[in-house]
């Protein structure tokens, strides 16, 4: 079960793997999570479904490796499983045709937009994508957003490809320009979403952003993944993770996110002393 | 008169226990269990009454004095065997049944002095059996060709799940979690209640030829009208699992868990065990425990061998009041677990990080009994007091996920969330649907949701074999 069936590594750091996994592919919607563990030891964490193909049952994922468990998933290969794969979890994105949809992709959350783009366009909106990388190295499916989008604007913080802008430049010009756009979608880096969010808030265009909180089992039993939303305490697992980004409290969110910074580091120190003493043994 | 009468014996043998000194640092099981010879002196107190008290006060009806002269004549598996005929789940129930309160309660030694120890030697012979080798097959009847679904992998599915395979339906168990065995694995700690007694007790369950599937949470990769397409019954055990917060300003800074989050974190994902295992967890110095039932002395508990320094369980009410189990208490206050009873939060204030540093207290007083028949706690205006502390456990209780009835619009359910089910049967509003144990009842005991899966597994059993 939960055999990796395909990897494919989109840059150095970001990974895609379909992973078979038929029951979860059957019901997979757009803006829907799994939580997996790589091995009996490890953590329970969430990753939003990137696609789904129903006919060979498989599910596909993309992560960024940035702890010990993402860089442990990343050392797994085609033929090897997963030790567990629960999904689809979470509310899907709502899908209506608004008009035009400005779908913002931060990252490696690129992969997770493009099927958010794609229910958006099949049902019948418009579609300006806009896409942000640091750097040109880091920029993947560009083709793939753009099959999906009337309209694609890339950015990068250096400048090094498409325009030198954070993603919220030419988001805040669109609403400057008081262009048509009925709903913003931004999805990426929990930073990169809140100033989406600041951005439209003046010019009152409904936005949407998917919280990334950390989770243990994701059902709704434990409660770690609490926001603030309005003023509400939801639980992203069964209340999102799709909140209206006007209304959700970022500093909150932010705060609890680093709960585990130091185990984190400590993690990660002790995965990368296990390489090293892997590279040597085999040395 | 026999002349070798001899008179009985009111002392029960004690249990043997880790020292709380010892125990308070390590998640080994705090009662070690007898040996032979205490089981052996135990059960020949018992008087092996005509009328059998024990057996009605056991919510699954464990034949009790049949099982005890067997062990006290030495016929080992005989004992193993008609405990098994009842409860599929020995080695669990012997450790955290309330006994005190259901077949000890009613022993007739009890008028005189202490009751038999029925839990203890359902242990020892659950134990005892455990470590053999060959165990002979349990009886299964014929397969009747009927598929039953059964969803929630905790005491009430596994017991549902035992009988209903016993009686020759195929099931199949279908878990969320990446483990089977529900509260038993994420709630119950590893020193009340050994994880590795509950996955030989799971064993047995799949050794009858039950299926089970995890990693599914029903609701979301299968609606219950999708399971109902393959199989002919259904029956609901999903447990009481989502938590209560308090709703006070604060609650949402760091360090501050729910019981379920910080007991999952320390007992499913093993963060006692970090960084060995990859699942962390932050016990500061000085946690606060709100809450005075078994779930708060477990997280006590918890937080103590986790290497907090003071402990606190916050209770509005006061001692007399606490729910927790009598032996639960004793052993959280042996530890070293500080009670502040009649203490109510108000609210809880963060460091510049956003981690809590402290809360606020009310003092608070009993008045007139409330709806439940105890004293109603009242604040005192004014009495407000800071605790410093540095990690909440908030263990107010539990109430039904919603995930399956929100997505089963034919199954009545009442006004807290509960699935409305007979007592008697299990059935519920939706055909071929039976539903069972804290889903139903809300957040109870083990034992009690076993008694729902026995119920239920016996009208799902007489409702395929009319079909």
Redesign the interface.
């Known amino acids: 079960m939960y055999k990796i069936l395909r990897r494919e590594d989109l840059t150095p750091q970001i990974h895609l793997f379909e992973i078979e996994a038929p ?2 592919a059957r ?1 997979a919607k757009a803006g829907q999570f799994v939580i997996l ?1 790589v091995d009996e ?4 964490f969430p990753l939003t479904i990137g696609g789904w193909d129903v006919e060979k049952g498989s599910v596909t994922i993309v992560f960024m490796e940035v702890g ?2 993402t860089r ?1 998933l990343a050392t797994m290969q085609p033929g090897d499983s997963l ?7 979470g509310v899907p994105t709502h899908i209506e045709n608004v008009g035009t949809v400005c779908c913002v992709a931060g990252g490696f959350a690129t992969a997770i937009v493009v099927p958010v783009a794609r229910a958006f366009k099949e049902a019948g909106n418009k579609v300006i994508s806009i896409m942000g990388f640091r750097t040109k190295e880091l920029v993947f499916w560009e083709d793939k957003l753009q099959s999906v989008s009337d309209e694609l604007i890339m950015c990068t913080d250096d400048g090094t490809y498409g325009r030198k802008a954070l993603v919220t430049e030419p988001l805040k010009e669109m609403m400057e320009q008081k262009r048509d756009i009925n709903l913003v979608v931004a999805i990426g880096p929990t930073i990169m979403m809140k100033f989406c969010a600041k951005t439209t808030e003046p010019f009152g265009v409904k936005t949407i952003v998917s919280l990334n909180p950390i989770m ?2 994701g ?6 993944c ?3 939303v309005g003023g509400e ?1 939801k639980f992203a697992c ?1 209340d999102g993770p799709d909140f209206d980004g006007h209304k959700v409290d970022w ?2 969110l932010m ?2 996110q ?3 910074l130091d ?2 580091k ?2 990660l120190q ?1 995965w990368e002393e296990h390489c090293h003493h892997q590279v040597r043994g085999k040395a | 008169m026999s002349s070798e009468k001899q008179k009985i014996n009111l002392n029960r043998v004690a249990m043997p226990k880790q020292e709380p000194g010892v125990r308070a640092h390590n998640f080994s099981e705090v009662a070690q269990g007898y040996t032979m010879e205490m089981a052996m002196e135990e059960a020949a107190r018992c008087i092996q009454c005509k009328k059998r008290n024990c057996v009605e006060g056991c919510p699954v009806n464990v034949q009790i004095p049949d099982f005890i002269l067997a062990l006290r004549d030495g016929e080992m598996w005989d004992a193993a065997r008609i405990l098994k005929g009842d409860n599929a789940l020995p080695g669990i129930c012997g450790r955290v049944c309330p006994q005190e309160s259901q077949c000890e309660a009613v022993c007739t030694l009890a008028k005189k002095g202490a009751p038999i120890a029925i839990g203890r030697l359902e242990r020892y012979v659950a134990d005892w059996e455990r470590a053999q080798a060959d165990k002979p097959k349990p009886e299964i009847a014929a397969p009747t060709g009927k598929k039953v679904a059964v969803v929630g992998s905790g005491p009430a599915g596994l017991t549902a799940a035992a009988d209903l395979a016993k009686m020759g339906h195929k099931v199949t168990l279908f878990e ?3 483990v089977a065995g529900g509260v038993l694995m ?1 709630g119950i700690p590893e020193f009340r209640l050994p994880k590795d007694i509950v996955q030989g007790e799971v064993e047995y369950v799949k050794s009858l030829g039950v299926e089970i599937v ?4 029903i609701g ?3 609606t219950v009208d999708e399971l109902l397409s393959d199989f002919d019954a259904a029956f609901l055990a999903l447990g009481a ?3 209560m ?1 308090l ?1 006070i300003p604060g ?2 800074l ?2 501050i ?2 019981a ?2 910080f007991l ?2 320390t007992n499913l ?2 963060a006692y065990l ?7 967890i ?1 016990v500061g110095k000085r946690v606060a425990v709100i809450g005075a039932g078994n779930v708060a002395m477990d997280s006590a508990r918890c937080a103590l061998r986790q290497g907090a320094e003071q402990v606190y369980i916050v209770y509005r009410r006061s001692r007399a009041e606490m729910p927790a189990r009598l032996e639960e208490l004793e052993n959280a206050e042996e530890e070293g677990v500080i009670f502040k009873l009649l203490t109510n939060p108000k609210r809880f204030f963060g460091d510049e ?3 809590v540093k402290s809360m606020e207290c009310y003092e608070m007083e009993l008045g007139e009994p409330d709806e439940s028949g105890r004293r109603r706690p009242v604040k005192k205006e004014g009495s407000e007091f800071i605790i410093e502390v540095d990690t909440v456990v908030s263990a107010l209780g539990t109430y039904p ?3 399956v009835p929100s997505t089963t619009p034919d199954l009545e359910t009442s006004k807290k969330g509960t699935i409305v089910a007979d007592e008697a049967t299990g059935t519920t509003s939706k055909p071929k649907v039976w539903a069972g144990g804290d889903i139903v009842t809300g957040a109870a005991t083990v034992i009690s949701a076993m008694g729902a899966g026995k119920r239920a597994a016996a009208s799902i059993h007489q409702f395929l074999m009319q079909g």
């Open positions: 029951a979860v019901k563990m030891k490890g953590e329970r010990a468990s442990k030790y567990a794969f629960t999904g689809p979890l243990v089992d059902t709704g039993m434990c409660g770690c609490r926001a603030e305490t069964v500093d909150l705060s609890r680093k709960s585990y185990e984190e400590r993690s002790l | 969320a979690l990446h994420y995890l990693n599914s949470v979301k990769i299968e699992g989502a938590p917060f709703n609650e949402n760091g360090g868990y729910s379920n989050e999952t974190r994902m093993k970090f960084p060995e295992y990859d699942t962390p932050k990080k956003g981690w996920n919603p995930l």
